[in-house]
């Protein structure tokens, strides 16, 4: 089956590129708080392999206390990332397997997930330090 360029699916595919662009970003803000020496090479090579993620996620960060807590802009970018896998998980889970269907779906799930993945990164990465200070 072609995929068919419609504008749905031309969104679809852009909201994938924005959802890649801000893994990009968001390794990068992390890879520098925790006191990389090269955080832009974990923030290009990072999306473009999944053992290079998979590996920075699960094995790297894991001895490296962050040494600033996050900013606004990396708490935004780890919602985007967040609501983009969940909504890819479940649009792949409630379309057809073909491309066109799950470039339409795909922005529905990832509004979809955007209040969760705005909690749980609240919940994950969310100062107490501004919520004490606004008292």
Avoid at 84 to 100: A, E, Y
Wanted: proline content about 8%.
């Amino acid at each position: 089956m072609s995929l068919l360029l419609t504008p749905t699916v031309a969104f679809g595919a852009a909201l994938v590129l924005f959802v890649w662009i801000a893994l990009s970003a968001w390794v990068n803000f992390d890879a520098r708080a925790r006191g990389s020496r090269h955080p832009a090479i974990w923030g290009v090579f990072a999306p473009l392999s999944g053992i290079v993620l998979f590996y920075y996620l699960f094995w790297w960060r894991r001895g490296r206390p962050r040494e600033r807590p996050p900013g606004r802009v990396e708490r935004a970018t780890a919602v985007v990332v967040v609501a983009g896998l969940g909504g890819l998980i479940v649009g792949s889970l409630v379309s057809p397997p073909d491309p066109t269907s799950q470039l339409t779906v795909w922005p529905i799930a990832f509004a979809c997930c955007l209040p969760l993945a705005y909690w749980l990164v609240r919940a994950r990465l969310g100062t107490k330090g501004s919520e004490s200070a606004v008292q």
